[in-house]
């Protein structure tokens, strides 16, 4: 072979062995590169769905997904946590709080406009330590949140919101809100949402003044994590959905009202909704289209001599009856399980429609002292203590009656317990019985669950039909039968 063939060869030889190179670096870098982009791709889907494992998507009439607790009344999803824990996904240290006008250390103001239209701003935020003392101002909010558990829980968007401790009193004036989530006035203890945990001190007082809501999950006055609230004379009127004239949620508190009309008008609105200790005094009580007042879980409501009026026309959520006086546990964490308490005396309770009182996925307790009672339903249904729309607990209860006139029918479920005492001097012409139809037409119950009846010596029972109970104590001479039979045990006893 010649000496320039064999250079040609070479040349050749070493152009080949280049371009393979070439073409395997190049191969590499696409290699990483789709590699990086797989990865890119990967991580925007992961985020993508975490907003989607922030809570259960919203149930279609009412209906809980598998696994998940059912929908509160007053139209508020579930949190996703276990009784006692802080919500999922966020707290209040996550919100950026902000307010058209913002205090933050002592002050007094008298006769100031509070005006906000913009989305997830307070007209007016306290957050300090200190007093502060408004009075006869005048309070305006626009400006719809789709916050949602952050405005139920921490206050975000509220047309006055406090905070931090302060304690403030409002004195006279106006506060109007016409957006969703947009509370009128709340006090956040600042616990956290800890359900029992003490809060930081926060307590708003607040008298003589004029508070109107009229958009979806707007209470009119509202009180958790701990906070207190002080209530008088106010005149509250609320239109819109889960928006409860007196209203608390997640972490709880104490309110305390003393005088002043309350009256709601929307979907899942009763007149008081507690997840706290709420006392109230010489007030009206008006709901037009949903339940009265509704307790969750370990939690109770005193009335003093207050006239509460419901017509409860429209369900909520997964409830499935109509009712005045709603104790229940969702089994959201918005309210520890244990005993439900609601006390009633003196003044008036006027029930429209439905059952007087409804007992289901609880133990409850209600006390009643001199309280006229008048159930305007065909039905006549005093109280029914049986299955609803959640599950997870019992369905318990037991009347304590004083000085108490009733009359109805009494529904105890197949799976439901119910214990009945009537003292000084009280009255019961009624029956109890365990056919029980929902008010969507489905069938509970057919069978009578456990009853026990107690009777002291200066009180009464006069028979409506053949009852049958499980136990009695007492004076059979106590029972009128009036010409029914009383069976106890299964034994006719009268």
Known sequence: MKKSE????????????????????????SSSSAQSNAVTSSTNTVSEKSDDLDGPPEKPDGEAPDGQPGERPDGEGPGGNPPGGAPGGSSSADIDYSGAVEITSADSQSGQTYASSTAEESALL???????????????????????DNCNFYGLNAAVLVKDGSTTTITGGTITSDADGANGVFSYGGNGGKNGAEGDGTKVIISDTTITTSGDGSGGIMTTGGGTTEASNLTVTTSGRSSAAIRTDRGGGTVTVDGGTYTTNGLGSPTIYSTA????????????LSEGVCIEGINSITLNNCDLTANNTKTNGNATFYDTIMI???????????TSVFTMKGGSLTSRNGHVFHVTNTTAEINLNNVKITNEDSENVLLSVCADGWTGDTNKATLNASKQTLNGTILVGSDSELTINLTDGSTFTGTFDGAITNAKGDTVST????????????????????????????????????????????????
Do not use: H, P, R
């Open 447 to 494: 069978e009578i669950g456990m009853v026990a009846v107690s009777l002291d010596k200066s009180s009464t029972w006069t028979l409506t039909s053949d009852t049958y109970i499980s136990s009695f104590d007492g004076d059979l001479s106590s029972v009128n039968t009036n010409g029914y039979t009383l069976y106890v045990n299964g034994t006719a006893v009268k």
């Open 6 to 29: 064999l250079k040609k060869i070479l040349s050749l030889g070493l152009i080949a062995t280049m371009c393979i190179s070439l073409t395997a670096c190049s191969t590499s870098t």
């Open 126 to 148: 306290i957050s300090t330590s200190d007093d502060v003392s408004i009075k006869d101002a005048t309070v305006t909010k626009t400006g719809d949140s789709d916050g949602g």
């Open 277 to 288: 200790e709420i006392s109230v005094s010489n007030a009206s009580l008006v709901s037009n």
């Open 328 to 338: 229940y546990q969702s089994m959201s964490g918005d309210a520890d399980s244990g």
